[in-house]
Nanobody, 124 residues
Framework: QVQLVESGGGLAQAGGSLRLSCSAS????????MGWFRQAPGKEREFVAA????????YYADSVQGRFTISRDNAKSTVYLQMNSLKPGDTAVYYC?????????????????WGQGTQVTVSS
């Protein structure tokens, strides 16, 4: 069993920054690829970013490429999402996830454990 707890969400102005953290406990996650998804009100859940278990490879949605950076510290069992140049369209609940050994990075069916989510609100 894996428990994921997100933190760092809140209110930011357009053009500002926030840093999300995801603390993992339970089974060792250092061997698991991880990622972030988000869901805005009235919209489908969407992929944001993912990182492989060693932190060597990263993947981003086109909408956040160049503005968001995913990273991890396996010694601390923590994954981060640095969000810069925030836009009102980034407003959503952000979820930390662990990836199964199969499936593509961009599909939510490829992820098995999900955190409770943290709200990010960007004002214009």
């Amino acid at each position: 069993q894996v428990q994921l707890v997100e933190s760092g969400g809140g209110l930011a102005q357009a053009g500002g920054s926030l840093r999300l953290s995801c603390s993992a406990s339970g089974r060792i996650i250092s061997s698991r690829d991880m990622g972030w998804f988000r869901q805005a009100p009235g919209k489908e859940r969407e992929f944001v970013a993912a990182i492989n278990y060693a932190g060597r490879f990263t993947y981003y949605a086109d909408s956040v490429q160049g503005r968001f950076t995913i990273s991890r510290d396996n010694a601390k069992s923590t994954v981060y999402l640095q969000m810069n140049s925030l836009k009102p369209g980034d407003t959503a609940v952000y979820y930390c996830v662990t990836k199964r050994s199969w499936g593509g990075y961009y599909s939510d069916t490829a992820y098995d454990y999900w955190g409770q989510g943290t709200q990010v609100t960007v004002s214009s």
